[in-house]
């Protein structure tokens, strides 16, 4: 809900999630086992066109930076 005030727009991203996570629709044809042999952003760029909105989320999560200085700062 944080990110998507339109409920619309919010069941669609819940849509192409549950798509992934079961290999529903487009993903019932794509091997998801390079998943772990491909970089992120590079699988997302290949395979996430027929996903857009999950694609736009999943650009946005891997363009954080992510390391421990901030607990360790706290």
């Not at 772990?36 to 952003?41: A, V």
């Not at 027929?50 to 421990?68: D, E, N, R």
């Amino acid at each position: 809900m944080r990110y998507f005030d339109d409920p619309d727009v919010r069941r669609q991203v819940n849509i192409e999630f549950a798509n992934f996570l079961d290999g529903r629709e487009y993903f019932a044809d794509v091997d998801l086992r390079d998943r772990g042999k491909m970089d992120e952003n590079t699988w997302w760029i290949v395979h996430g066109a027929h996903v857009p909105t999950l694609q736009k989320i999943a650009f946005k999560l891997l363009g954080q930076s992510y390391s421990s200085s901030c607990c360790e700062r706290n």
